[in-house]
């Protein structure tokens, strides 16, 4: 049974280029949260989706955007990227006890 | 505004010996808290999650404790290993609320 799976591992991009994420969550999971986690912080809360629909969103602003897909899986996207967006970012499926994936680490120069 | 601390960025502590991690939070409530281990590279994993109306939880060689009236809790591991090795990160969640807040980790180094 494969866990939460993340592609791509790693990224570079240049500022005000756009980025796609994408997750894959658990098996028999339903719910998607995608977290920005800068280095030496704690992940925050980008937004949650479930049934295909962002169910809620933390404090990120309107260049931050996402999808599900009726297999559950998710993506996320970065538009106008800026050199502050360079951060490792998570996937966890399920509720309130989740199942991180292994991230992807975006690196914007 | 809401604020969640760790006790230190760093713990080093020698094997067979009791690690104690604190999570300090101020202007919230949650229903629950749970404690995740991070190792360098790779995402958060769960360990414990305990209720606003448990004061302790224990599983295995770890014990975490919960007192709302301090806003604070502790995870405890007992008889530390170099394993034992990584970022610990402690999170607060609501059930009506999916936007789980946590805090910036404790770095902890078991040393044989």
């Known amino acids: 049974d494969a866990g939460v799976t993340q592609s791509p591992t790693h990224l570079i991009k240049t500022r005000g280029q756009q980025v796609t994420l994408r997750c894959s969550p658990k098996?028999?999971?339903?719910?998607v949260s995608w977290y920005q986690q800068a280095l030496g912080q704690g992940p925050q809360f980008i937004f949650q989706?479930?049934?295909?629909?962002?169910?809620q969103r933390g404090n990120f602003p309107d260049r931050f955007s996402g999808h599900q897909f009726p297999n559950y899986s998710s993506e996320l996207n970065v538009n106008a990227l800026l050199l502050g967006d360079s951060a490792l970012y998570l996937c966890?499926?399920?509720?309130?006890?989740?199942?991180f994936g292994p991230g992807t680490r975006l690196t914007v120069l | 505004s809401q604020k969640i601390e760790q006790n230190s960025e760093a713990l080093n502590i020698q094997e067979g010996k009791t690690a104690t991690l604190t999570c300090n939070y101020t202007?919230?409530?949650?229903?629950?808290l749970q404690w995740y281990r991070q190792d360098p590279g790779r995402g958060p994993v769960f360990l414990l999650l305990?209720?606003?109306?448990?004061k302790e939880k224990r599983k295995e060689r770890l014990k975490v404790t919960f007192d709302t009236t301090l806003k604070q809790s502790l995870f405890h591991i007992t008889a530390s290993q170099p394993a034992d090795s990584a970022t610990y990160l402690c999170?607060?969640?609501?059930?009506?609320?999916?936007?789980?807040?946590f805090g910036a980790g404790t770095r902890l180094t078991v040393k044989p």
């Open positions: 989706y479930y049934e295909e629909e962002e169910r």
């Open positions: 098996s028999g999971h339903d719910t």
């Open positions: 202007n919230y409530s949650p229903a629950y």
């Open positions: 966890a499926s399920s509720g309130h006890t989740q199942y």
């Open positions: 999170a607060l969640g609501h059930y009506n609320n999916n936007d789980m807040r």
């Open positions: 305990i209720r606003e109306n448990e």
